[in-house]
């Protein structure tokens, strides 16, 4: 069936450190894939779309791409910033429904 | 602005009783849904409805119900809380097939106690 599979449970960084954010997707379809970001007390906010294999979703520094070959696909910034502490959930978007990755927690400490 | 509005924005519930959350939509979607988020974990699908009146099933539907009275109103009851119900609660709205762009609500926290 459908699903994601998000990893890494927390990441830590100083400002201006390089993100890299995995995860692997499992599905019969041919994927569009989401990252999503939620800063605290809030709801789920779209970050990123990537519809098609090896092509870049852009937005707010942050990429965002997918390789079809491995399953996987990774959400990176080249430098982060403090106000990038948030946690960010990859997600697997076919049909009526959502299947989220269970989060990376990333603080940034300044 | 479309929005997506949860009321309330938290709630204490006595383990047994009858606990109802409310959700708004001003997006004119057809998709309306309700996640659970338990701490350290991704959301988790309860109910979702495409047309009022009606409501399917997600993936831990056990213990949960769900109304659509209108398409702007979507509601999640626990007839009986228990402590394991609590956790935060989302609702989002959609606006279509092949649509991906979901407009989350800002949560709302249940305390079982």
């Known amino acids: 069936g459908d699903s994601v599979t998000q990893k890494q449970g927390q990441v830590t960084l100083s400002e201006d450190d390089f993100l890299f954010i995995n995860c692997t997707y499992s599905?019969?379809?041919?994927?569009?894939l989401l990252w999503y970001v939620q800063y605290p007390g809030q709801g789920p906010q779209l970050l990123l779309k990537?519809?098609?294999?090896?092509n870049k979703g852009i937005s707010r520094g942050f990429e965002a791409t997918y390789d079809k070959g491995t399953t996987s696909f990774h959400l990176q910034k080249a430098s982060v910033q403090e106000s990038d502490s948030a946690v960010y959930f990859c997600a697997l978007p076919p049909g009526n429904r959502i299947f989220f990755g269970d989060g990376t927690q990333l603080v940034v400490k300044p | 602005e479309a929005a997506v509005t949860q009321s309330p924005r938290s709630k204490v519930a006595v383990t047994g009783g009858k606990v109802t959350l409310s959700c708004h939509q001003t997006n004119n979607h057809d998709y309306m849904y309700w996640y659970r988020q338990d701490t350290g974990h991704g959301l988790r699908l309860i109910h979702y409805s495409y047309v009022a009146d009606s409501t399917e099933k997600g993936d831990i539907p056990d213990g949960y119900k769900a109304s659509r009275p209108s398409q702007e109103n979507f509601s999640l009851i626990l007839e009986l809380a228990s402590l394991s119900q609590t956790a935060v609660y989302f609702c989002?709205?959609?606006?279509?097939?092949?649509?991906?762009?979901?407009?989350f609500g800002s949560g709302t926290r249940l305390l079982v106690i």
């Open positions: 990537v519809t098609t294999a090896n």
């Open positions: 599905t019969t379809t041919y994927p569009t």
């Open positions: 989002a709205s959609r606006a279509g097939t092949g649509n991906s762009d979901y407009t």
